[in-house]
């Protein structure tokens, strides 16, 4: 496990995060012209932020409409594992249509954000998918009626 102090980010590291997250396509020629470097010592410093774990996954924003992925919800869920317990959170992991897992404080054990194609479809995942899962008590489910921000970006501080 990497601790804090080698997770340690200098200028030059955090504004190549920056360069990145805005263009993950950027080309390291192009970062060092950014950054006034050689693009050989970028390359190093990127390949250290991959080694690290900073950098964890170079991924496509697709538009989930083009895909008619129209539903996006929040699900609430109670179950009742045991602490640590992880079975719940693996098994809802594992279902293509939900894209985020977050174990939660308070009266609900998990928020778990899904997209899918319509209601329909929303009523087939919970009678289909989430009712196979044993731990799983109750669930409350909030319907997204227009995003107004979603991102995935990281604010990076200026150091």
């Known amino acids: 496990m990497i601790t804090e102090t080698e997770l340690f980010l200098d200028k030059t590291d955090l504004h190549i995060l920056k360069l990145m997250q805005a263009n993950a396509r950027i080309s ?3 970062m060092a012209r950014e950054l006034g470097m050689a693009p050989s010592g970028v390359l190093e410093r990127v390949k250290k932020l991959e080694q690290k774990g900073v950098i964890q996954q170079y991924t496509t924003r697709i538009n989930p409409v083009a895909l008619q992925q ?3 919800a929040f699900i609430f869920m109670k179950a009742n ?5 992880t079975d719940t959170a693996n098994a809802l992991a594992q279902i293509p249509e939900v894209q985020e897992v977050h174990h939660i404080a308070g009266d609900d054990c998990y928020l ?7 209601s329909a479809s929303l009523v087939q995942l919970m009678r289909n998918r989430f009712s196979q899962i044993p731990n799983l008590i109750s669930t409350r489910t909030t319907i ?3 995003t107004v921000k979603e991102q995935q970006q990281l604010l ?4």
């Open 144 to 146: 997204v009626l227009e």
């Open 156 to 159: 990076i501080p200026e150091n």
């Open 70 to 72: 129209k539903m996006l």
């Open 28 to 30: 390291n020629a192009d």
């Open 81 to 85: 594992d045991g602490p640590g317990c």
């Open 112 to 118: 778990v954000k899904i997209r899918t194609y319509d």
